[in-house]
Nanobody, 126 residues
Framework: DVQLQASGGGLVQPGGSLRLSCVASGFTFDDQAIGWFRRAPGKEREGVLCISGTGRTMYYTESVRGRFTASRDNAKNTAYLQMNSLEPEDTATYYC???????????????????WGQGTQVTVSS
C-alpha cells in the first residue's frame, strides 16, 4: 500500500520558515512525482506545487513562487517543502500526494492525484 506521511508543521511567526517532510513507502519513489497541497480553514483544498521524478518543480499557486521550494531525496524516499517568508495566508493543513501515473507533474489545470497522506498543520501567526 502507498503510504505518505507529512511532518514538520508548527506555529511560526510571519516572515519565518518551516521545512515540511513527506516520507513515502509502498511504491518506487524515484518513479513518481510528489505533489504538495494545502487546505485552509473554510476553504477548498489548493494545489501548492509538484516536484517531478526528475526534480523539476511545477507551481500550482503563484502566491508561493519565490518563497516555497521543493526538493526530494530519492535515497531516503522523502520529499521536502521548504517554506520561507511565511505569511498568515499560508496557514493551512499541508498534504503530500502522489499517483502511479505521474512521473512528470500533472498540469496546473488538472492536478489530480490519487494517493494522499495525513497532513501536517502550519500556522503562521504573531
Amino acid at each position: 500500500d502507498v503510504q505518505l506521511q507529512a511532518s514538520g508543521g508548527g506555529l511560526v511567526q510571519p516572515g519565518g520558515s518551516l521545512r515540511l517532510s513527506c516520507v513515502a513507502s509502498g511504491f518506487t519513489f524515484d518513479d513518481q512525482a510528489i505533489g504538495w497541497f494545502r487546505r485552509a480553514p473554510g476553504k477548498e483544498r489548493e494545489g501548492v506545487l509538484c516536484i517531478s521524478g526528475t526534480g523539476r518543480t511545477m507551481y500550482y499557486t503563484e502566491s508561493v513562487r519565490g518563497r516555497f521550494t521543493a526538493s526530494r531525496d530519492n535515497a531516503k524516499n522523502t520529499a521536502y517543502l521548504q517554506m520561507n517568508s511565511l505569511e498568515p495566508e499560508d496557514t493551512a493543513t499541508y498534504y503530500c500526494t502522489t499517483d502511479t501515473v505521474y512521473f512528470y507533474c500533472p498540469p496546473k489545470s488538472h492536478p489530480d492525484f490519487d494517493s494522499w497522506g495525513q497532513g501536517t498543520q502550519v500556522t503562521v501567526s504573531s
